[in-house]
């Protein structure tokens, strides 16, 4: 009988300290994995708050590239605008010029 006394006691001893060995393995990987998740979470935000960063940049950019273009259109139509005063002032020079030869050669034939 002591034989058996001694082998249940071994034998929930061995369990026991199996199982307290096990408990404190697994409570070692549950402490690992969670500073993982908190490390991957702060991650997460830092990558979230840059990504945000650059998404208003972007939108400033954009903003400032439709200002540009607003800007060489309006460029654009004062451009056309003064061609368009240039070719008309060419024009009014042209005949101002042929006034000026009509009349000097009215007056060469006076004198």
Same mark, same amino acid.
């Given at each position: 009988?002591?034989?058996?006394?001694? /082998?249940?006691?071994?034998?929930? #001893?061995?369990?026991?300290?199996? =199982?307290?060995?096990?408990?404190?393995?697994? @409570? !070692?990987?549950?402490?690992?994995?969670?500073?993982?998740?908190?490390?991957?979470?702060?991650?997460?935000?830092?990558?979230?708050?840059?990504?945000?960063?650059?998404? /208003?940049?972007?939108?400033?950019? #954009?903003?400032?590239?439709?200002? =540009?273009?607003?800007?060489?259109?309006?460029? @654009? !139509?004062?451009?056309?605008?003064f061609k368009a005063r240039?070719?008309?002032?060419?024009?009014?020079?042209?005949?101002?010029?042929?006034?000026?030869?009509?009349?000097?050669?009215?007056?060469?034939?006076? #004198?």
């Amino acid at each position: 009988m002591i034989f058996f006394e001694w /082998l249940y006691v071994t034998i929930a #001893l061995l369990i026991v300290g199996f =199982l307290f060995f096990k408990s404190f393995y697994y @409570k !070692n990987l549950m402490e690992k994995e969670h500073k993982n998740n908190q490390i991957l979470k702060e991650t997460l935000k830092e990558a979230e708050i840059f990504i945000r960063k650059y998404q /208003l940049q972007l939108q400033r950019s #954009l903003g400032n590239t439709d200002i =540009l273009n607003e800007e060489m259109s309006r460029l @654009k !139509n004062d451009v056309k605008a003064f061609k368009a005063r240039n070719a008309q002032y060419r024009i009014e020079n042209e005949r101002i010029r042929y006034k000026i030869k009509d009349l000097e050669s009215k007056i060469e034939a006076l #004198l």
